[in-house]
């Protein structure tokens, strides 16, 4: 007899609860997870159409280059303004106005017949990507069983980038069957536009999934809504009561949290804590990832490659990046956050220090270009994505993981409105300086800053970084958080004595 035979009818019932309770997080957090798709083909699909912007609207380098990265100005003001909206209106109203967002954006983008009309629109469709980038890791992280959390708020960077790798290829067939992406294709519409408008479906899913969910039972305590909580909890699994007491105990007053809330009353520091994902947030961009995936048509172009081949290396580096993924969402609940970032730390430090040192070799041809011999180009293709799977097995999924897990309850929406627009600001500088740092200092230059990044970031996570594996949200306390909550329960009541 099986182990499924020996077990009694209630045992049974029990096992079949679990397994409903667990489809049904899991199922919760795909929902929210479409919002990283989004964050991720929007960021993406802008890497097919430089050229095609270019000219069309008649701009030179500088001006590309801020069209391409205004995008993230409106993703740096999303990110901090999406948790503090999270925290006034609830996550499942927020997440719903930032698909609304997200499919209104699409649509304008594609349709803009000036460079200040598209620049206005990116902007504004950066908004909706900040919120991606904060909404879905606190929405996960609320809902998620402490087992299981690491693996579910990894969805979110799974979402990323598998919306990453659809606009590449989106981009990639469309650019293929029109003949190239300033090509006229369907309704008399240049191939760029129709690059953009095929955002408009995964919006409609999101603004749909978004409707069916739950508010955060995390959230409905807050906001003194208990019933509804641990109705909630009790579908997603554990003692109802227990959790409801937890989160109680955690917040200790009914009060919204506020961006003061981050400094250590009576002092004039600014809680550790938050330096610490602030840190994460700007080292995650500074070591350049979003370089390839922003501007990879004109990276592999000035290594020497066609518009199609380019295309197509996006494409593969677009898949890579899906399946470098995969053992992160594996690893991460078994060894750990911390590992993970050290261990990425080290292999991102190598590989980039292996591309400089490929294009510091390289000849120079006659149009500028690097003359990359056969096996030169194969070791930089290799280390390029040896460098992608050191990122997504590692900072991509993780420091969004941490941020959405690693902060108390009361101050989680402003420390990660603040993190968040951090992560933003640090992509917009790395992405705007990226084409003045090539006609300067080259690709040698160029990927020689990002190893230095990457090198410094291992010191940074080995001293200051706390590990969070199997711990409840409630349970998220160093010394440092325990100061903070200590003074901020003082100004909110007397203090109790014995």
């Excluded at 499924?4 to 079949?16: D, I, N």
């Excluded at 995390?218 to 409801?244: M, S």
């Excluded at 610490?276 to 995936?293: D, E, K, R, Y």
Aim: aromatic fraction near 10%; hydrophobic fraction near 55%; include cysteine.
């Amino acid at each position: 007899m099986d182990e499924a035979t020996q077990r009694t009818p209630t045992e049974l019932m029990s096992v079949h609860a679990t397994r409903r309770r667990s489809a049904y997080v899991i199922a919760l957090c795909c929902v929210a997870a479409i919002g990283g798709f989004l964050f991720g083909f929007d960021s993406g699909v802008i890497n097919g159409t430089v050229d095609a912007l270019a000219k069309a609207f008649g701009t030179d380098a500088a001006g590309t280059g801020f069209a391409v990265a205004s995008v993230l100005l409106g993703c740096a003001a999303g990110a901090f303004g999406a948790g503090r909206l999270a925290d006034s209106l609830g996550r499942r109203p927020t997440m719903l106005l930032n698909a609304i967002l997200f499919l209104v954006t699409a649509m304008a983008t594609g349709a803009a017949n000036s460079d200040a009309f598209f620049i206005a629109a990116r902007i504004i469709a950066g908004v909706a990507i900040g919120g991606a980038s904060v909404l879905a890791p606190m929405y996960i992280a609320e809902v998620a069983p402490p087992h299981m959390r690491g693996r579910l708020a990894s969805l979110q960077q799974m979402a990323i980038v598998v919306g990453l790798f659809s606009a590449f290829l989106s981009n990639a067939i469309l650019a293929r069957v029109a003949g190239g992406a300033g090509e006229i294709f369907w309704f008399g519409a240049p191939t760029w536009r129709w690059m953009f408008w095929m955002e408009a479906l995964p919006a409609v899913a999101f603004l749909l999934g978004s409707m069916t969910i739950p508010e955060s039972p995390r959230y409905l305590v807050f906001v003194g809504k208990h019933e509804q909580a641990r109705n909630v909890f009790t579908r997603i699994g554990g003692d109802a009561d227990r959790l409801v007491r937890q989160v109680e105990q955690s917040l200790e007053a009914e009060r919204r949290p506020q961006l003061s809330d981050l400094i250590i009353p009576g002092t004039r520091r600014i809680a550790p804590v938050l330096w610490v994902g602030m840190g994460l947030a700007a080292f995650q961009q500074f070591v350049g990832i979003n370089i390839i995936f922003y501007f990879g048509e004109i990276l592999w172009k000035a290594a020497g490659a066609t518009e199609q081949w380019a295309l197509r290396i996006n494409v593969l580096t677009g898949l890579v990046n899906i399946l470098a993924t995969i053992p992160a969402i594996m690893l991460i609940d078994r060894i750990g956050r911390k590992p993970l970032l050290l261990i990425g730390s080290v292999g991102m430090t190598l590989t980039l220090g292996a591309m400089a040192a490929v294009f510091a070799m390289a000849g120079v041809g006659p149009d500028g270009k690097p003359m990359l011999s056969q096996m030169a180009a194969v070791s930089g293709l290799t280390a390029a994505n040896l460098y992608i799977v050191s990122f997504a097995v590692s900072w991509g999924p993780v420091m969004w993981v941490l941020l959405g897990e690693m902060f108390p309850n009361e101050i989680r929406g402003a420390a990660l409105a603040i993190s968040g627009a951090t992560n933003w600001l640090a992509n917009f500088t790395v992405t705007v300086s990226f084409l003045l740092l090539l006609k300067v200092v080259g690709l040698t230059g160029a990927y020689a800053f990002y190893a230095i990044a990457a090198a410094i970031s291992l010191p940074f996570v080995w001293l200051t970084v706390g590990e969070t594996k199997g711990r409840t949200l409630e349970q998220m306390t160093d010394t440092t958080d325990l100061e903070m909550r200590t003074a901020q329960r003082s100004r909110r009541t007397p203090e109790k004595r014995e």
